[in-house]
């Protein structure tokens, strides 16, 4: 490894750090049920913005995106977080609470859950990326994104089961890097496949 690829790299890490803050800190400002969504739609454009060029990125730009993405995320969480949430909740009460086939068919449902999941990050991603015309929108570039980048969702899916694990290790180490690495990920894997995101936002 040369200099500047080292320079680089350490350029990233930095970077990587700073926005993971940053997701951190608008999570709270939403009351964290609220934050998180609007902070990861920022997060991914704000990486999208160091990918095109960008030499900064300041708490200015994150609030001014987190304001105008705040209330488009939070719909996508009503329509397919909050039931999804809610229906995990109701397969814990069961584990503990029913016996035999009952708790079996329950069980049933997790990978449903996994794939809302899965497929409500796919939204918030692709909603940093494109604007949509109505929440049904929204959801068909989810499924786009799902559909025809497998290998992206599952190395993405990879990196944040080993931020997790980074983040109950190492609780000081993850907070700077819990979120950010698996985002970038994804981001930096479309970028990386899709030249339209590299003339988007390039003047920024």
Request: with cysteine.
């Amino acid at each position: 490894m040369n200099s500047s690829s080292l320079i680089n790299a350490c350029h990233w890490i930095t970077r990587l750090a700073w926005l993971n803050v940053i997701w951190f800190f608008l999570s709270l400002i939403g009351g964290v049920v609220f934050g998180v969504l609007p902070a990861t739609v920022t997060v991914c454009y704000l990486i999208r913005k160091y990918l095109n060029g960008a030499a900064k990125v300041t708490l200015k730009d994150a609030w001014n995106t987190y304001r105008a993405e705040f209330f488009r995320s939070n719909k996508v969480g009503l329509v397919l977080l909050l039931p999804t949430i809610s229906f995990l909740w109701y397969i814990h009460w069961a584990i503990l609470n029913l016996e035999g086939i009952s708790t079996v068919i329950m069980l049933c449902g997790l990978p449903i859950t996994v794939l809302m999941i899965v497929l409500t990050y796919c939204t918030l991603v692709q909603m940093s990326i494109y604007e949509a015309d109505s929440l049904k929108d929204e959801l068909k570039n989810a499924v786009v994104l799902l559909v025809e980048e497998k290998r992206v969702v599952l190395f993405t899916s990879v990196v944040f089961l080993i931020c997790i694990i980074l983040l109950l290790v190492n609780p000081i180490v993850g907070m700077f890097f819990s979120v950010s690495p698996a985002l970038f990920c994804t981001i930096g894997l479309l970028w990386m496949n899709k030249n339209e995101l590299k003339n988007s936002y390039a003047e920024l």
